[in-house]
């Protein structure tokens, strides 16, 4: 079961020069559907193509070609959906968003406004701190991106690349609960995590294939509990849209500057203009990019090249038959299986990979702790990955490797300080832990007889150093040091304490 005992976050609050303002916040994220073929074509959706070498007549808008849907497509939707506990819709419908834009062949986009693929739905947001914020998801609807205009590769013409269009979006729309800029950042990478997790999104953001569109407003102190009683938006500020962001970083500056200039509006006498907006960040400034159009301005209607959209509920109780385990059952799982912090199951389940990496080294073995396990994968692989700019994938160093290396320690072959060392040689060189040890002679000295030896010469070479032991037993720390100083570090730590402490009588 999932521990869901969590605090409410506290909102942000920004403060004016006349009054305290909170933040009220909503998100549309475009996620790109992992498929290999568009939404209503054949044609490739793989990335850094040559331009418009994956646009099929479809695409291209060519006469008389006409619209057939991708059924994967439609299953990753649903899966996703499944997995943010949201409501499927067996039945849905296309509607055309019409608009002009020269990357837009169409001269409109297919899309779901009125019957969406998914209704409501929640995702919890951990902040870190013991806190956590519930975010209501209202809808997620699949449709066509557009392609992409480029203006950069010539002084006097604009070019435009089809290779994006018709590759299948999922937009996934929250109610405005997210309260500040760190919340909405922990809320796209929670989005992100899930449908990594899921298969249905790859999350890349540096390519395009998960962006946001961010609805900011403000409003004093008490009336966001308001709007969450009546669920009547008057009590908020009018929102603003920043469009196509791509970064958590900026996301969050976006929000902060946003925020801070309506409150100088409002404060100032004046009225905030619903709009998109465009954020700036080398400026960090946000700036109009066009008045906030309203559904009627796209003139939206029935595709008539398109019927109704019905699934069965058996097939989607397949899919979600089929449904991996995610992040959150997955990090209570390793809590109370492993016996790990929240902080180390946190760590370990951000990515797919990350967690499948821990898994096959702690069940790789007969009973390899857990928590030494975690503390192994997190602070030595993950901390010289990090150092190197990789991620799990890209470890030179096995599941089998690693978990070789915590046998060693844990049948008393190798010390802590020697499994460091040796991991350094997997990482650098790769090879069998195993091996390794004995051919470079790295096992660790067990011998009581000889460890006696090496504390007897110690002692009887430094006299005055026993007596100053005798009368501060703390000292006795110096002779294990020495010891294993003579033993190449391969001494037994534990065997040499108590051989120090016997001999010198404490």
């Not at 291209?60 to 059924?71: D, F, Q, R, S």
């Not at 055309?96 to 297919?110: E, T």
């Not at 209202?138 to 290779?163: C, T, Y």
């Not at 003139?299 to 397949?318: C, K, S």
Request: net charge negative; proline share 5%; aromatic share 6%.
């Amino acid at each position: 079961m999932l521990d869901l005992t969590f605090e409410t976050p506290t909102p942000k609050t920004i403060a004016g020069a006349k009054h305290d303002w909170e933040l009220v916040i909503g998100m549309e994220v475009h996620a790109q559907v992992s498929s290999n073929a568009k939404l209503f074509s054949g044609a490739s959706t793989r990335f850094g193509a040559e331009p418009n070498s994956n646009v099929a007549f479809v695409d291209a808008a060519m006469p008389g070609m006409l619209p057939v849907i991708n059924e994967f497509c439609v299953e990753q939707a649903v899966r996703t959906g499944l997995g943010l506990k949201a409501e499927i819709n067996l039945k849905s419908a296309f509607d055309r968003k019409n608009y002009f834009y020269p990357d837009l062949p169409q001269g409109y986009q297919i899309s779901q406004l009125y019957h969406p693929i998914v209704g409501e739905g929640e995702v919890l947001v951990e902040m870190g701190d013991g806190t956590a914020r519930r975010v209501r998801i209202e809808r997620i609807h699949m449709e066509q991106d557009a392609g992409k205009s480029i203006h950069d590769m010539d002084p006097n013409m604009s070019f435009v690349d089809l290779n994006r269009t018709g590759v299948c979006l999922m937009e996934i729309v929250s109610r405005p609960d997210i309260r500040g800029p760190e919340e909405a950042a922990a809320y796209i990478a929670k989005i992100r995590q899930i449908m990594r997790y899921l298969g249905t999104c790859d999350g890349n953001m540096q390519n395009g294939n998960l962006r946001a569109d961010v609805n900011v407003s403000i409003c004093q102190p008490g009336a966001y509990e308001k709007y969450m009683e009546t669920q009547d938006f008057s009590h908020l500020g009018t929102r603003c849209e920043i469009k196509n962001m791509n970064s958590m970083r900026f996301i969050q500056q976006a929000i902060e500057v946003e925020a801070r200039r309506q409150i100088a509006i409002v404060e100032a006498g004046g009225e905030v203009e619903q709009e998109t907006r465009l954020y700036d960040p080398d400026k960090g400034e946000t700036r109009s990019m066009r008045s906030k159009e309203e559904a009627h301005d796209y003139r939206y209607f029935p595709d008539p090249d398109l019927l109704p959209l019905e699934i069965e509920q058996a097939w989607v109780d397949d899919i979600a038959a089929r449904l991996p385990e995610l992040p959150d059952e997955k990090k209570a799982r390793f809590i109370g299986d492993f016996g790990l912090t929240d902080y180390d199951a946190s760590v370990l389940t951000a990515e797919v990979e990350a967690a499948g990496y821990f898994e096959t080294v702690v069940n790789g073995g007969s009973g390899r702790d857990g928590k030494i396990t975690a503390n192994w994968v997190i602070n030595e692989l993950f901390g010289r990955l990090k150092k190197e700019d990789h991620d799990i994938t890209e470890s030179p160093v096995s599941p089998d490797q690693l978990g070789g290396i915590i046998d060693l320690i844990a049948k008393g072959d190798i010390s802590g300080k020697i499994a460091k060392d040796l991991f350094e040689i997997v990482y650098t060189e790769g090879g069998d832990p195993s091996e390794i040890v004995e051919a470079r002679g790295m096992k660790q000295v067990t011998d009581t007889g000889a460890i006696e030896a090496a504390v007897d010469q110690i002692i009887a070479d430094n006299p005055a150093q026993v007596e100053k032991a005798k009368v501060n037993p703390k000292l006795a720390g110096w002779f294990v040091g020495q010891v294993m100083k003579a033993t190449g570090g391969k001494a037994n730590p534990k065997a040499v304490n108590q051989i120090v402490s016997a001999k010198l009588g404490l």
